[in-house]
């Protein structure tokens, strides 16, 4: 067989690979747009989609500080949901929880209390001293998604839920801070499992984060614990990560009752913070982040 240093065969006196060798056509970014579609099922966005992802992640970010200064000692859950609705009309946006699934989710933010990783309903339920709990909000503004969630801890809290509170956002921080084109996603679960184990935490395995942005549930599926998964981080891409962090056991149960509260299989608490992140030419930017 011929190698890529040998005369040509057509007789020119340069070697093959100067001569007539198959030439690569170099990757254009809609070529990889259409590879990353094809292969994987990754919606890459354009400049334009991806100022109207950012412009959702911002109301998402506004709304979600607003519900966090709101939640106080005495405040119900319900009374958080209804502010974000009002505050999702003022915009002009919708909440795509609001009847999501089946069964059909039932209002528009998620609020989860000490022992509930995620998906707690909100209802008449007042906040109490010592209480944690995530507030996940979701925007849909002019056919654009937006997606984030804080930790939110009322008055004192024990030892035992600050260490979660802490671990969770250091384990979204720290796997934010690795992304860039050509990092394979497994190692966004990698790092959130070291520092979840390093903080003598455990990291759920039921949930993951998600492209969104242009849909409110895409491809790919980020998986936040010890994972093999060989996909490269390109730029243009739009996703979740939303580790969720328990100070006991892994294991969550979801309620048989209402199908979506899920809670800590041992009762201890469970917290999560979530960022939705975009993989620029040379990095990342962080799209939800608070207002300043």
Known sequence: MINRNDPCWCGSNKKWKKCHYPQVAPRTKESLKQEYKKKYGILIKSPQEIEGIRASCTLSAYILDALCKAAKEGVTTLELDHLANELLKKHHAISPCLNYGYP????????????????????????????????????????????????????????????????????????????????????????????????HCSVVYQFVGHGCGLQFHEEPQVYHNYNNLQIPLQAGMTFTIEPMINAGIADAIIDPTDGWTARTADGKPSAQWEHLVLITDDGHEILTMPPQ
């Open 104 to 199: 059909p989710y039932p209002k528009s933010i998620c609020t989860s209390i000490n022992e509930v990783v995620c998906h707690g309903i909100p209802e008449n339920r007042k906040l109490k001293n010592g209480d944690i709990m995530n507030i996940d909000i979701s925007t849909v503004l002019n056919g654009f998604y937006g997606d984030t969630s804080r930790m939110v801890c009322i008055g004192d809290i024990d030892e035992e839920k600050k260490r979660v509170v802490d671990t969770a956002y250091d384990c979204l921080m720290e796997s934010i801070a690795i992304l860039k084109p050509g990092l394979m996603i497994c190692e966004i679960g990698n790092v959130i499992e070291s520092v979840a184990r390093r903080n």
